[in-house]
């Protein structure tokens, strides 16, 4: 990670670009396979023979990329993931602009197909990939959060503090609200739930 610069100095305004993983050819067709057959059939229906048939693939050819269901699923969520990231162009310098983007990736979250499945019809399954251990998917959002949190306090708009500490907390801000959003969703309005999570990330950051 960059060295901070003093608060005093003026801001940088700084694309954020975490590391994204890529992948090739071959694996992002098998995985882009994977997560049509979760959106179709949920994660327990997976199984390595349908991916290699509806991939056109050998089990041979998946199982030298990934030993399990189990990681051809969190591989294919990973994809997903970034693909999701990868659209998150703007620049970040201020509180408000890094509070809007994790806002506008909450709803970029719950409205994928493949996710807002999950969440919608395996709640289980999202807690099982998604939060019960840091995996990838997970470490790709802190990075990005943590490089936006540092540019934002160069301008002295978000208080100081260890950037990735602070990453994990807005991670679990935004994790937790997408989660229980439609468990809250008849007590709560889509507009009232945009306003109090973007109240509760804000007033964190703020100085």
Do not use: C
């Not at 999202?126 to 949190?149: C, H, K, N, P």
């Not at 306090?153 to 602070?166: N, S």
């Not at 609200?177 to 889509?190: F, K, M, T, Y």
Request: hydrophobic share 45%.
């Amino acid at each position: 990670m960059e060295d901070r610069q003093a608060a005093s100095e003026p801001p940088a305004r700084i694309e954020v670009r975490a590391d994204l993983p890529s992948w090739d050819a071959t694996d992002a067709h098998i995985l882009d396979r994977a997560a049509g057959l979760i959106l179709a059939r949920g994660t327990a229906g997976l199984t390595i023979a349908e991916l290699a048939r509806e991939a056109k693939v050998s089990r041979p050819t998946i199982y030298r990329r990934w030993s399990s269901v189990d990681e051809v699923v969190r591989a294919a969520l990973l994809r997903r993931t970034v693909l999701l990231l990868s659209g998150f162009e703007t620049a970040v310098s201020t509180r408000a602009e890094l509070v809007a983007e994790a806002v506008r990736f909450a709803d970029a979250f719950r409205q994928d197909a493949v996710f807002g499945s999950l969440l919608s019809s395996e709640p289980e399954a999202f807690t099982q990939y998604s939060l019960e251990r840091v995996g990838t998917s997970q470490r790709v959002m802190l990075r990005w959060l943590a490089d936006a949190i540092v540019h934002a306090q160069r301008g002295g708009t978000v208080r100081p503090g260890d950037a990735d500490d602070m990453s994990i907390m807005m991670l679990l801000i935004v994790q937790s609200a997408v989660l229980s959003h439609n468990a809250v969703s008849a007590l709560i309005g889509e507009a009232e739930w945009h306003t109090e999570l973007t109240r509760a990330m804000d007033g964190y950051l703020r100085p």
